[in-house]
């Protein structure tokens, strides 16, 4: 099972970038998956997550109304769509796959696979 993440890079402040993830080995789409995120010195936390079929997302309240999560089950890929990027975005971001079905039960303990994590920037 691999799960592979593109699509970082470096951006000022207010830009946009698009996040990939690719599953490969297995099929997830009886799972919820999602996005988290870790900057420097600090834990992993949650970004936003979505339910196994796509039609229930769950955002944490620093990205709502920012960050757009989308899957397509067809082609075993993640999306994360970012907008108005703000410095404290900064952070490795990673994508997972999660052990139940629901968006709201994508967290840190449910996480069955992980991806290798892709960097984002965001310049002030």
């Known amino acids: 099972v691999q799960l592979q993440a593109s699509g970082g890079g470096l951006v000022q402040a207010g830009a946009y970038l698009s996040l990939s993830c690719v599953a490969s080995?297995?099929?997830?789409?009886?799972?919820?998956m999602g996005w988290f995120r870790q900057a420097p010195g600090k834990e992993r936390e949650f970004v936003a997550g979505i339910s196994d079929g796509g039609g229930v997302r769950n955002y944490a309240d620093s990205v709502k109304g920012r960050f757009t999560i989308s899957r397509d089950n067809a082609k075993n890929t993640l999306y994360l769509q970012m907008n108005s990027l703000k410095p404290e975005d900064t952070a490795v971001y990673y994508c997972?796959?999660?052990?139940?079905?629901?968006?709201?039960?994508?967290?840190?303990?449910?996480?069955?696979?992980w991806g290798q994590g892709t960097l984002v920037t965001v310049s002030s």
């Open positions: 080995g297995r099929t997830f789409s009886r799972y919820a």
């Open positions: 997972a796959v999660s052990n139940r079905r629901f968006a709201s039960e994508v967290t840190t303990r449910s996480v069955a696979y």
